[in-house]
């Protein structure tokens, strides 16, 4: 697995992710979760970022599709 920085926002998100999962293991809040769970959860909140970035960059470029702008052409004086 490559070793990527998170944002605060990913980061958020895991942490979150990790505390639900040991809640539903029984584990106390900060409790030791197996390697494999933690795989899978840092594959699923990764798969949801790209995909929210993946909406976000769609969503710019129909934004810049859709604007309008009015350049004039180069005056030609005789």
Same mark, same amino acid.
Request: glycine share 2%; aromatic share 6%; net charge positive.
């Given at each position: *697995? @490559? =070793? =990527?920085? %998170?944002?605060?926002?990913?980061? #958020?998100?895991?942490?979150?992710? &990790? +505390?639900?999962?040991? #809640?539903? *293991?029984? %584990?106390?809040?900060?409790?030791? #979760?197996?390697?494999?769970?933690?795989?899978? /959860? +840092?594959?699923?909140? &990764?798969?949801?970022? @790209?995909?929210?970035?993946? /909406?976000?960059? *769609?969503?710019?470029?129909? +934004?810049?599709?859709?604007? &309008?702008?009015?350049?004039?052409?180069?005056? =030609? =004086?005789?």
């Amino acid at each position: *697995m @490559q =070793r =990527r920085k %998170l944002s605060s926002a990913e980061e #958020l998100a895991l942490c979150k992710a &990790f +505390r639900e999962a040991a #809640l539903a *293991m029984g %584990l106390p809040a900060n409790g030791k #979760l197996p390697s494999e769970v933690k795989r899978r /959860i +840092r594959a699923e909140v &990764f798969k949801a970022h @790209q995909v929210e970035r993946e /909406i976000q960059r *769609m969503d710019d470029a129909v +934004r810049e599709e859709s604007t &309008f702008t009015w350049k004039p052409s180069a005056v =030609r =004086r005789r």
